[in-house]
């Protein structure tokens, strides 16, 4: 079955460095990518979404690129704030499927950026 | 986008007891979703809510203890029935908002405790 895989957590970060959260995945189909944020005590908020191959999600200076060669979808950012402190998860969904609106998630990886 | 209302956002209950969620969304949606996140842990979906007929439930859980209603377009309930510690979670309702292939968007969830 579909499956997405991220780098555990915690991440710690001072201000203004550079983020990299890795993801990967596996799917039978074309799945799209997703990125989503939960800040502390809220659900969760869309980050951004890539739905082929080479597409690059970005919002809030974060930015995603679905790699289909190496089946990743690493979200980064270059200047992180203490405000991007929270829970990222990485999902997927294949369309291709009957039940493609289903997301799969990874495991979540908490970012902690210390001022 | 869409405003999804979940209700209560948080509780607490003893064993043995059920609880009663209820989602709304500002607008009609086809597609309900509801979500469960284990303490420190991703999202599993529970279950698939669509107006008019049964919910379809995912591997591992069960009518007789998550029952779910979907009276109309904009709403829909999960009741967590005969609670044990174990079910202490946050219980998440999503939406798919727009054409088919949407990204889905999150209530706040629900942070129950059983004790």
């Known amino acids: 079955g579909d499956s997405v895989t991220q780098m555990e957590g915690p991440v710690t970060l001072s201000e203004e460095a550079f983020l990299t959260i890795n993801c990967t995945y596996t799917?039978?189909?074309?799945?799209?990518l997703f990125w989503y944020v939960q800040y502390p005590g809220e659900g969760l908020q869309l980050l951004l979404k890539?739905?082929?191959?080479?597409d690059k999600g970005s919002n809030k200076g974060f930015e995603a690129t679905y790699r289909k060669e190496t089946t990743s979808f690493h979200l980064e950012k270059g200047s992180v704030q203490v405000s991007d402190s929270a829970v990222y998860f990485c999902a997927l969904s294949d369309w291709a499927k009957a039940a493609g609106n289903k997301l799969t998630f990874g495991g979540g990886t908490r970012v902690l950026v210390k001022p | 986008s869409a405003v999804i209302s979940q209700k209560p956002s948080r509780d607490i209950c003893q064993r043995g007891t059920s609880l009663t969620i209820q989602c709304q969304v500002d607008?009609?949606?086809?597609?309900m979703f509801w979500y469960r996140q284990q303490p420190g842990q991703s999202l599993t979906l529970i279950a698939t809510?669509?107006?008019?007929?049964?919910?379809?439930?995912e591997s591992g859980f069960v009518i007789d203890k998550f029952p779910i209603s979907r009276p109309n377009l904009t709403f829909s309930t999960l009741t967590v029935s005969n609670m044990s510690p174990e079910d202490s979670s946050i219980y998440l309702c999503?939406?798919?908002?727009?054409?088919?292939?949407?990204?889905?968007?999150f209530g706040n969830g629900t942070r129950l405790t059983v004790t």
């Open positions: 607008s009609q949606v086809t597609m």
């Open positions: 799917a039978t189909g074309y799945p799209s």
């Open positions: 999503s939406v798919e908002v727009g054409a088919r292939g949407s990204p889905l968007h």
């Open positions: 809510a669509n107006q008019g007929s049964e919910a379809t439930y």
């Open positions: 890539a739905t082929k191959a080479d």
